[in-house]
């Protein structure tokens, strides 16, 4: 980075950025902490170790809390020691080294499935409770890389495909979190959508593309959310590690964005001291590091150097000015953790979050007439599925079932499936009055079909594992489960699947079967949601947040970028001298359905999918144009149950060819019969193109038709509106 443009960034940080408000006490504060810090003193915030025992030599200050992170403050200034938890669902229970456990959420991909902003806050903000009275006061949460490639591991960690939906709750779960005094982040800045070689990959994408998609999820959740931090990923963009990049450090976030927060590494992503320059300001967990960077070889660097000095300065500063503006030097907000409570707000967000994608006959909700129930597979018997990786979460008793899945190396112990506490065969039965029960864990296919054929109806469990560091090969189902779900149905026509997994999967059995319901990682009460929702106690209303294809043809990149020439070990070792360039400007912005759309492909569920055991009609829609666009859509519930529509606002043409995408989108409640004209805000954003020239968000002059509808492939409601030229402000 040039002299000049670092000393623009440290002008910038000088100058209190008034879009981020009542913060300026916390912009003068830092100010005046800083100038009264000694050399060695800020060197203190600059880097920080892992707080586990898992590498050999790590010694754990006395004040640290076992967890993702330390940092040392600055007792004599008042400045607290920064104390790091993983993640974005809940306290992390890092393989039982925590002897407390925490609420499990369910995955971010439930949670984007909700399209439950308010939700999404109060779950953040429950979850940060519980960092809080742990002594956490940093949350790790707010993963919110778009969900490029269906196929990546940590897809459970992410909200959506689409960078509004993406933006707007990961703005939501940074608001929740920091409500509570902790400092939340956004993550992995950015365009970090594959874990093969995710520390080596080398991302190329133009300007507009990226500025249109994965760059747009940041800006929002960042504009919106106003986190404490952002945390910059392992791959590189453009040839430099993201981590090291003045683009997307000091070009794109502090310069455009007029970021005042800071920049925290990931773990084991620094390069090198150069990152100081680029634009990061804090090293995470050093000892993944070849060297503590931003320890004596930066202030030996630093030593004959003000421009570095003056950066030196800045990092300070932004750390200071979150550590104000987020309140971790007042006081925790008494919290008194009440197990109950958070467990049924962690069983909300499972209801909302379950997608009913096939229905026929009326075979959900399950009739109390049935006899005979039989339940097979998917470890139903022992507890619900969840993700593996720094983000996985226990309770007290940690999970129900570890099943170790090999892997070598220092964090081997992360390579396990482990169940959540959360069995679903014992809350069916528990709503199962008066029928036979009968339970097959699906491992002998020709023994569950024999099972299958004595009941009325058979609720089949599948489940498909993720873990953070690796991506799953192909989108089928693990463990030969198609085959299974293929001869139970066979045997029993009345099959209805429950699916707990990470992301997409193929179906080749899906017209074989009554019904499908898409429960994801359902988290702590997973049990109980879906059997509610499977009994009708809860009409299911989540809807996909992500397209599944019809098969991995469909992809931008039908095998993933680096698949067989690169090291897929967790930690890539063997990757550090190989170059594998994955390129984005094949889709570019046009992720998920919007690739559809453009390339006419039919997926297998698009986008914005979900059944409800009521039926909705979308009567009418009207729109406002002016600086803040809006619509009103009409909808009435057309069925005989209360139900929640999520009503999604599409852009479908545009005089800029903005192709499909998402521009808003609302909840509703509705009763049978019952019509309500519903508001949906616009993000102008949206409407807009990125004008590399003009380097700025430009809304064209002319006529922009919206429309809506059950999905994105099914829009039944049009309108237009002409808008005026505009640039939009950043
Ligand atoms: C991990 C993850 C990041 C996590 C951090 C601390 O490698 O990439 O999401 O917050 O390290 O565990």
């Not at 104000?324 to 069983?347: F, M, R, T």
Request: proline share 6%; aromatic share 6%; glycine share 10%.
């Amino acid at each position: 980075m040039n002299k000049t443009a670092l000393l623009l960034a440290t002008a910038i940080a000088l100058s209190p950025s008034a879009s981020w408000g009542k913060e300026e006490s916390a912009d003068a504060r830092a100010r005046n902490t800083e100038a009264a810090m000694t050399a060695a003193e800020r060197e203190n915030l600059l880097h920080g170790i892992m707080a586990l025992p898992v590498i050999p030599g790590t010694i754990i200050p006395p004040d640290a809390v076992i967890g993702a992170g330390y940092v040392e403050g600055v007792s004599r200034l008042g400045v607290p020691s920064l104390k790091e938890s993983d993640a974005s669902l809940g306290v992390a229970w890092v393989s039982g080294m925590r002897k407390d456990g925490a609420t499990a959420l369910p995955s971010a991909t439930a949670m984007g499935a909700g399209f439950d902003p308010a939700l999404v806050r109060d779950a953040s903000a429950m979850i940060a409770a519980e960092a809080r009275a742990k002594g956490f006061n940093i949350l790790l949460a707010g993963g919110i890389n778009l969900m490029r490639d269906p196929r990546n591991g940590r897809t459970f960690e992410y909200f959506a495909e689409d960078p509004l939906l993406s933006g707007i709750l990961g703005a939501a779960a940074v608001e929740g979190v920091q409500s509570q005094r902790v400092i939340a982040t956004v993550k992995h800045f950015a365009l970090n959508a594959q874990e093969t070689g995710r520390q080596v990959i080398d991302v190329k994408i133009g300007e507009a593309a990226a500025r249109e998609s994965d760059l747009l999820a940041f800006e929002l959740a960042i504009e919106k959310g106003k986190p404490g931090s952002v945390m910059c990923a392992y791959n590189k963009v453009r040839g430099r590690h993201a981590c090291d990049s003045e683009y997307l450090l000091s070009d794109v976030l502090k310069r455009d964005w007029r970021y005042p927060g800071f920049v925290m590494s990931d773990w084991g992503a620094v390069p090198g001291v150069s990152a100081m320059a680029a634009g990061l300001d804090q090293q995470s967990g050093s000892q993944t590091d070849k060297q503590v960077w931003f320890g004596k070889p930066l202030i030996d660097a630093a030593s004959a150097d003000p421009a570095l000095q003056a950066r030196i300065s800045d990092a300070n500063r932004r750390i200071l000015r979150s550590i104000y503006a987020v309140g971790l030097d007042q006081p925790a907000p008494a919290v008194k953790i009440d197990q109950a409570a958070n467990n049924a707000l962690a069983q909300r967000v499972a209801e909302r979050g379950i997608v009913l994608l096939r229905n026929e006959r009326n075979a959900l909700p399950l009739a109390a007439k049935a006899k005979t129930i039989a339940v097979i597979g998917g470890y139903a018997d022992m507890g619900v599925m969840s993700g593996g990786g720094s983000s996985q979460v226990h309770g007290v008793d940690g999970p129900a079932a570890t099943i170790p899945m090999g892997g070598e190396g220092p964090f081997a112990f992360l390579h396990s499936i482990n169940l959540h506490r959360s069995p679903p065969l014992a809350a069916i039965r528990k709503r199962a009055a008066g029928a036979k029960i009968l339970y097959d864990d699906g491992h002998y296919i020709a023994e569950a079909a024999r099972t299958a054929a004595k009941a009325d109806v058979v609720i089949l469990f599948a489940s498909q594992w993720m873990m953070e560091g690796y991506d799953v090969p192909d989108l089928s189902l693990p463990d030969n489960q198609d085959a299974l779900i293929a001869a139970v149905a066979a045997a029993n026509p009345n099959t209805v699947v429950v699916l707990e997994t990470g992301g997409p999967v193929l179906m080749p059995w899906l017209d074989k079967t009554a019904a499908v319901i898409e429960a994801w990682y359902p988290g702590a009460q997973g049990g109980e949601a879906i059997a509610r929702v499977l009994f009708g106690e809860v009409n299911p209303s989540g809807k996909l947040p992500i397209s599944f294809p019809a098969s991995v043809e469909q992809l931008p990149r039908p095998a993933i970028p680096g698949w067989d020439e690169l090291d897929k070990s967790f930690e890539g070792t063997g990757n550090e001298a190989k170059k594998v360039t994955v390129d984005y400007d094949i889709e570019g912005a046009d992720i998920g359905y919007r690739w559809y759309a453009r390339k006419n492909i039919k997926p297998l569920f698009p986008f914005g999918y979900g059944l409800s055991y009521t039926s909705f009609a979308y009567e009418k829609i009207s729109l406002r144009g002016g600086n803040l666009p809006s619509a009103q859509v009409t909808v009435r519930n057309s069925g005989a149950v209360a139900g929640d529509e999520v009503v999604a606002l599409y852009a479908v043409a545009g005089p800029n060819d903005p192709g499909q995408r998402l521009v808003g989108f609302t909840r509703v409640s509705l009763k049978p019969g019952e019509t309500k004209r519903i508001d949906v805000a616009i993000e102008p954003k949206l409407l807009a193109r990125w004008d590399e020239a003009g380097h700025r968000w430009q809304i064209a002059a002319g006529r922009y038709e919206l429309a809506t509808g059950p999905s994105s492939d099914k829009l039944t409601a049009k309108a237009s509106l002409t808008l005026n030229a505009r640039t939009i402000a950043q």
